[in-house]
Each structure stands twice: as structure tokens, then as C-alpha cells.
């Protein structure tokens, strides 16, 4: 862990039991996302599906992390490392600028083409993450 690190992640012990939790909630997530025809249910349960994903990453690897801002930057580039895959950065930081802009700007337009987008998106994300750190 580089010294920047330390200042959103920090070393944790976790149990089997608490690292399957956040893969169980994100698949909770994915699942309400899926089952949503309403394009802004789809976009905000997409975005809690990759978060948790990234933070299973960490947990992972060991790491818990820190709620100080920036926060999810540094979760979806640990999330891209992990999966080596450098769009998936990209794409997920997408998704945090929009959700920050519905957020804290008075909202965004999120269109039933994105939200389809972002869906099958999470949905490799989550496949990739799974095939390269099975939950045990």
C-alpha cells in the first residue's frame, strides 16, 4: 500500500463472513437494478452495485476503506486494477460524476438507454470481479 493510500484505506482482518456480505448485498443491488423499469431505480441501483463490488475488492486485499472524500475514486481504481481492465475506471467514474450531479446539482438526466447501459456494464464488472476473487 502506497503512503496515499493510507489515507483512504487502512489494514483490516476481515472474516470469510464479512467479505461475502458485501458480494450478498451487491448482488441484492443488481438484482432491484434488473428488476427496475424506472431508468433512475436502474442508474442508482447500478452505481451501489459496482460500489460494493470495489469494496469487496479491498476487503479482499485486505483493506478496509475510509469514508473520506475521494473515496469511491480510489474504490473503482483498486475495482479496475483488480479486474485489469482500465475502462471499467472510466466507465464507473462516469457513473459517480452523474450520481454526484443528481445528488448535490439538483439532478441528472439519466435516459432508459443509459440506465440499460450502465446495467450491462455492472453486470461484466461483476462477472469479472467473481472470476478472479471467488468468494470461497
Known amino acids: 500500500m502506497t ?3 493510507h489515507q483512504f484505506f487502512q489494514k ?3 472474516s470469510k463472513e464479512q467479505v461475502r456480505k458485501y458480494v450478498q448485498a451487491a448482488e441484492k443491488d443488481w438484482k432491484i437494478a434488473r428488476g427496475s423499469d424506472v431508468a433512475d431505480v ?6 451501489d452495485a459496482i460500489l460494493k463490488p470495489a469494496v469487496y475488492v479491498a476487503a479482499c ?7 473520506v472524500a475521494g473515496h469511491h475514486i480510489k474504490l473503482l481504481e483498486k475495482l479496475s486494477e483488480v479486474i485489469q481492465n482500465e475502462d471499467a475506471f472510466y ?3 462516469e457513473m459517480r460524476q452523474k450520481r454526484n450531479i443528481d445528488l448535490y446539482q439538483g439532478g441528472a438526466l439519466i435516459t432508459e438507454k443509459d440506465a440499460e447501459s450502465y446495467l450491462g456494464f455492472v453486470s461484466s464488472v461483476f462477472e469479472s470481479v467473481l472470476a478472479k476473487l471467488p468468494m470461497e
Do not use: I, M, P
Open 42 to 47: 436502474v442508474f442508482k441501483f447500478s452505481y
Open 3 to 5: 503512503d496515499s493510500d
Open 91 to 93: 466507465v464507473a467514474n
Open 61 to 67: 486485499s485486505g483493506l478496509r476503506v475510509r469514508s
Open 12 to 14: 483490516f482482518n476481515f
